[in-house]
T-cell receptor, first 109, second 112 residues
Framework: KQEVTQIPAALSVPEGENLVLNCSFTDSAIYNLQWFRQDPGKGLTSLLL?????REQTSGRLNASLDKSSGRSTLYIAASQPGDSATYLC????????FGAGTILRVKS | DTEVTQTPKHLVMGMTNKKSLKCEQHMGHRAMYWYKQKAKKPPELMFVYSYEKLSINESVPSRFSPECPNSSLLNLHLHALQPEDSALYLC???????????FGEGSRLTVL
């Protein structure tokens, strides 16, 4: 059974800092891994999708990496802004999408 | 257009009521999903439809009844719910079972 863990559970940083969110999974037989953002009471916004054959994906200030053999992914956010404050969820697709518990990010101005 | 539309946004119902949640997408996606999310928890998969056929039911109680009338629409029929069923219900779609998922804004359900 696929299990997904995200570290840290919460993170508070001053504006402008670069930061890394971590995701680990137990079963390396995956189709892809997806990072989402969720604002309070809202739906999930897809940030990046990494296929199992890829090592990284970039979108603007976001960069996600995937090391399938070690069961790890990281989401790197450059030059963080207060608008980046949200919950970030990692989800692994191995037949079905399994979510981690999320990292609550607060960027202070 | 990467939009998944869910209605209603909010629903309050009694334990004896019958109601439905609706989800629509026009991206040509052939896989559609229902997720349930409790406060401060990640989404939990309930049902998956692939090419309008139910492919995954995560042992969801029968008081939740999904329906996929066509490739663009997904319904979740609710009957005799319990207060613990109160949650945010999220619909998602993807081009295929292994594709990128796009979520709607959710329907906030309160069962009294």
């Amino acid at each position: 059974k696929q299990e997904v863990t995200q570290i840290p559970a919460a993170l508070s940083v001053p504006e402008g800092e670069n930061l890394v969110l971590n995701c680990s999974f137990t079963d390396s037989a995956i189709y892809n891994l997806q990072w989402f953002r969720q604002d309070p009471g809202k739906g999930l916004t897809s940030l990046l999708l990494i296929q199992s054959s890829q090592r990284e994906q970039t979108s603007g200030r976001l960069n996600a990496s995937l090391d399938k053999s070690s069961g790890r992914s990281t989401l790197y956010i450059a030059a963080s802004q207060p608008g980046d404050s949200a919950t970030y969820l990692c989800a692994v697709n191995s037949h079905k999408l399994v979510f981690g518990a999320g990292t609550i990010l607060r960027v202070k101005s | 257009d990467t939009e998944v539309t869910q209605t209603p946004k909010h629903l309050v119902m009694g334990m004896t009521n019958k109601k439905s949640l609706k989800c629509e997408q026009h991206m040509g996606h052939r896989a559609m999903y229902w997720y349930k999310q409790k406060a401060k928890k990640p989404p939990e998969l309930m049902f998956v439809y692939s090419y309008e056929k139910l492919s995954i039911n995560e042992s969801v109680p029968s008081r939740f009844s999904p329906e996929c009338p066509n490739s663009s629409l997904l319904n979740l029929h609710l009957h005799a719910l319990q207060p613990e069923d109160s949650a945010l219900y999220l619909c998602a779609s993807s081009l295929s079972n292994t594709g990128e998922l796009f979520f709607g804004e959710g329907s906030r359900l309160t069962v009294l």
